[in-house]
């Protein structure tokens, strides 16, 4: 009789521990980043781990994928092909706006805000020999403004515009990915490229520091100050010699830029987004202790330059952290 009921027992064991296994639902996401020289990836990797590390407790398993930037991470997660993207500011205003690259399929709608992160820095780095020292000098010369699907693309562009010049009669513009620009330019097959990252940068400590030796160059002037007053989404921004000083610069730079954000789509699960939310704020430090141009950030700073609508799911996780009154009340509509 014991012995049944040693028999019995195992069985009611076995049982409870396949239908909990069986009814245990793993949620699987992938977070769109950009190049792996650049600051998306790292970003990217970050948050995957503070998901992974609680596993067994929120039964999610994040990936991270690089890829050519901010346009494809935001169809990508329109199209459910990535669940999070990293996307350049004015690139999630464009796209809910139905703007640029969207122009011709209209606002996108489901789009949604997770959270801000570092600020970016429009960047120009042109070979001394090249007589680049500032933007109207781009004429006539070789520069790469950036591949298509990345976000600096269109801010190359409008820059550009900015300073009256035109990509197809002013110069003779290369669109290749942030990675190659700085061996094209120390091999001398392009005068400058442009790019759009926060600093410092790995991608601009290989082009400052070769044998070609190379200016990062103001982008200031009158028509960038009306681009300011145009585009809400861009702003001065500042590049520190200190993180390039073999540079031909003796000071710091003075530019614009825009702010590096986290997003999703209008139907991601609640629970996923929250969880996510919860772990960067309640993380805080360690979140900022992963990158330099992370260091001057607050949380407050992690709820602005936002265009699209915040996720409800993030927006429980603010509302119970009291960070909701941080928030532009317009981007609340869940």
């Known amino acids: 009789m014991k012995k049944e009921h040693s028999y019995i027992v195992m069985l009611v064991c076995i049982s409870i521990l396949f239908g909990g296994c069986k009814d245990r639902k793993v949620s699987f996401v992938t977070i769109g980043t950009g190049a792996v020289t650049g600051i998306y990836y ?24 690089s890829t050519s930037g901010s346009v494809f991470n935001v169809n990508a997660v329109l199209n459910t092909d990535l669940v999070f993207g990293v996307v350049q500011s004015d690139r999630q205003y464009q796209a809910y706006k139905g703007l640029a690259e969207w122009s011709a399929y209209g606002q996108q709608t489901n789009l949604r805000s997770v959270f801000s992160i570092h600020p970016e820095s429009i960047t120009l780095i042109a ?6 020292r500032g933007i ?21 562009r409008d820059v550009l515009k900015a300073a009256g010049l035109n ?3 002013d110069l003779s513009a290369e669109h290749v990915k942030a990675v190659e620009a700085p061996g094209l330019l120390q091999d001398g097959r392009i005068d400058a490229f442009f790019y759009t990252v926060g600093h410092p940068n790995g991608n601009i400590k290989e082009a400052t520091s070769g044998r070609i030796k190379v200016y990062i160059v103001p982008i200031t002037g009158p028509g960038i100050d009306k681009m300011l007053t145009n585009y809400s989404y861009y702003a001065e921004s500042i590049i520190a010699h200190s993180f390039y000083p ?5 000071e710091d730079v003075s530019t614009i830029g825009v702010k590096a954000t986290f997003v999703t789509s209008k139907n991601t699960d609640e629970s996923i987004v929250y969880v996510v939310t919860k772990e960067v704020f309640e993380n805080f430090e360690v979140f900022k202790s992963l990158h330099p141009s992370y260091k001057i950030l607050t949380k407050q700073d992690m709820l602005k330059g936002l265009s699209a609508p915040i996720h409800k799911g993030a927006l429980k996780y603010y509302r119970q952290a009291g960070l909701d009154k941080y928030i532009d009340p317009k981007l609340i509509i869940d």
């Open 136 to 156: 109207e000098d781009l004429k006539g010369k070789r520069v790469n403004l950036g591949n298509p699907g990345s976000g600096y693309l269109q801010n190359s």
């Open 167 to 169: 990509e197809e009669n």
């Open 127 to 132: 070979s001394e020999k090249s007589g680049i």
């Open 42 to 65: 790292p970003t990217g990797v970050a948050i995957s781990r503070m998901i992974n590390k609680k596993y067994n407790e929120y039964n999610i398993k994040a990936t991270v994928e």
């Open 246 to 250: 073999y540079s031909l610069n003796t």
